[in-house]
C-alpha cells in the first residue's frame, strides 16, 4: 500500500485548498478511504472518510460543512476540498486506507501527509 498526499500549502484565513492522495498497491476502489489532521501538540483526528464507490460520506462535526471529500475511482484519487478555512484548521493532513468499502470501518496505511498553514 503506497499513499502519496499533495496540494497542501500557506492560505490565507478564508481561503482554499485541494488535497488530493494518489493511491497504489491495492484495489483502491473496493476500499472506503479517509482523511486525517494533526495539529502541533494535537491528537490525530478524523475529518472526513468516503465508502469505496463514493455514495457514502461522513464528515467531523467541527468543520461545519467546509470540507468536501471526493473520489476518482479510475485514478486511483481521493480528494479533499478545503474552503472557508480558519487559522486552527492548520495541521498535517494525512490520507488512509479502509479496513472495508464502508466510510466507518477503522483506517490505517497512512501517507506521508501534507502540511497545510492558514495564516495572515
Known amino acids: 500500500v503506497q499513499l502519496v498526499e499533495s496540494g497542501g500549502g500557506l492560505v490565507q484565513p478564508g481561503g482554499s485548498l485541494r488535497l488530493s492522495c494518489a493511491a497504489s498497491?491495492?484495489?483502491?476502489?473496493?476500499?472506503?478511504m479517509s482523511w486525517y489532521r494533526q495539529a502541533p501538540g494535537k491528537e490525530r483526528e478524523l475529518v472526513a472518510a468516503?465508502?469505496?464507490?463514493?455514495?457514502?460520506?461522513r464528515y467531523a462535526d467541527s468543520l461545519e460543512g467546509r470540507f468536501t471529500i471526493s473520489r476518482d475511482n479510475a485514478k486511483n484519487t481521493v480528494y479533499l476540498q478545503l474552503n472557508s478555512l480558519k487559522p486552527e484548521d492548520t495541521a498535517v493532513y494525512y490520507c488512509?486506507?479502509?479496513?472495508?468499502?464502508?466510510?466507518?470501518?477503522?483506517?490505517?496505511?497512512w501517507g506521508q501527509g501534507t502540511q497545510v498553514t492558514v495564516s495572515s
Open positions: 468516503i465508502s469505496a464507490a463514493g455514495g457514502r460520506t
Open positions: 488512509a486506507k479502509g479496513s472495508s468499502s464502508s466510510p466507518y470501518g477503522s483506517f490505517g496505511s
Open positions: 498497491g491495492f484495489t483502491f476502489s473496493g476500499y472506503g
